[in-house]
């Protein structure tokens, strides 16, 4: 099993622009969740799923919106960057429910210029 | 809403000594508490997960302890290496299934 993976490793946007970090995961868990990371503040939880096609808010969600069209997949668009979303963004996943041991991605550690 | 505190924020500690990392949260009602290993750079690896109704668990050198009442956790790393440096994050889920985490601790053993 590849685990969670995301891509890309790291990207730079000018303020304004707009992307896609793409998470994805081969255990068929049901529960997955976007994290951002920055210093002094620990991890901040930015949307969760709980299965294809139910999405929920967390902490921080302004600015990221998501979908989940499958259970492997579990993309978080960036609407128009801020240097705000500078971060390091994890995604994680779990089977059910949702207390279960929580598996994390490499990151990805995006510069907003 | 859950608060999770780790102290100390940062530990060095010569090769061959014990490692004690604190964890506490505020809200006792936890389903379980995760033990997480983070190198610069890298993404989170799960050491130990410890369930509501445990006291403790092992695993080869790491040890840990949970207290629900209190709201402590410690996680013990027996005779260090340098390999073991690195950020150690406590994370406890909340009820409405998100993980809360403390800022973690980082550590350094000098060899």
């Not at chain 1, 960036?78 to 949702?98: D, K, M």
């Not at chain 2, 790491?62 to 994050?89: M, V």
Request: with cysteine; net charge neutral; hydrophobic share 30%.
């Amino acid at each position: 099993n590849a685990g969670v993976t995301q891509t890309p490793k790291f990207q730079v946007l000018k303020t304004g622009q707009s992307m896609t970090l793409q998470c994805a995961q081969d255990m068929n868990h049901e529960y997955m969740s976007w994290y951002r990371q920055d210093p002094g503040m620990g991890l901040r939880l930015i949307h969760y799923s709980v299965g294809a096609g139910i999405t929920d808010q967390g902490e921080v969600p302004n600015g990221y919106n998501v979908s989940r069209s499958t259970t492997e997949d579990f993309p978080l668009r960036l609407l128009s960057a801020a240097p705000s979303q500078t971060s390091v963004y994890f995604c994680a996943s779990n089977p059910a429910p949702s207390y279960n041991e929580q598996f994390f991605g490499p990151g990805t550690r995006l510069t907003v210029l | 809403k859950q608060e999770v505190t780790q102290i100390p924020a940062a530990l060095s500690v010569p090769e061959g000594e014990n490692l004690v990392l604190n964890c506490s949260f505020t809200d006792s009602a936890i389903y379980n508490l995760q033990w997480f290993r983070q190198d610069p750079g890298k993404g989170l690896t799960s050491l130990l997960l410890i369930q509501s109704s445990q006291r403790e668990q092992t695993s080869g050198r790491l040890n840990a302890s949970l207290d629900k009442s209190s709201g402590r956790s410690t996680l013990y790393i027996a005779a260090s290496q340098p390999g073991d440096s690195a950020t150690y994050l406590c994370a406890v889920p909340s009820n409405d299934y998100k993980l809360s985490f403390g800022a973690g601790t980082t550590v350094t053993v000098r060899a």
